[in-house]
């Protein structure tokens, strides 16, 4: 058996979405099948391209919630419908015992996810962490530092939304 988790960016392009989804697929080949398990947190963007690989591959899926109201605070409507889905289609699901989603919960999260793999994987564009904690760079390291192998994703033109189209996007 072949347990994978997923740590990545929320804010991909639009042109990205394809070449993040196509690269998880390649990866996922070589460990298809019953024997695979993705474990991810199921957020929008590439925790749930990464699930929805590990599902196509015939896989089976562990979804981490952090927190007990992280569904009706932290999922936009636009992403309910797919983070529904998964979350029905997962074999496991295990809700962190935090009342609120904040960065506790999702630093605990994390480390339910590299307590539970063999490897992580990283769609991450290779920057360094934020300084917040619990961002994509952080899990990568935490990750290293643990002696957890780590398969970084990042297909060339792959790009994160700027802050300035995020504001247009969320603000009309």
Known sequence: MTTLAVTGHMDLTDASVSLVRDALRDLLAG????????????AAGSDSLFAEAVLAAGGRLVAVIPSQDYRQTKV???????????VGAADEVLIMPFE???REAYEAA???LLDRV???VAVWNGQPPGGKGGGT????????????PVDVVWP?????????????????
Not at 31 to 42: A, W
Not at 76 to 86: C, I
Not at 140 to 146: E, G, I, P, Q
Not at 156 to 172: D, K, Y
């Open 118 to 120: 063999d490897r992580l």
């Open 76 to 86: 936009r409507p636009q992403h309910a419908p797919l983070f529904d889905k998964l």
């Open 31 to 42: 460990h298809s099948g019953p024997d695979l398990v993705g474990v991810s947190c199921i």
């Open 156 to 172: 060339e033109g792959a790009e994160r939304i700027g802050p300035r189209t995020l504001f247009h996007v969320e603000g009309g």
């Open 137 to 148: 760079a952080d899990v990568v390291l935490d990750a290293r530092s643990a002696g957890i």
């Open 110 to 112: 994390n480390r339910v």
């Open 100 to 102: 609120t989603a904040g």
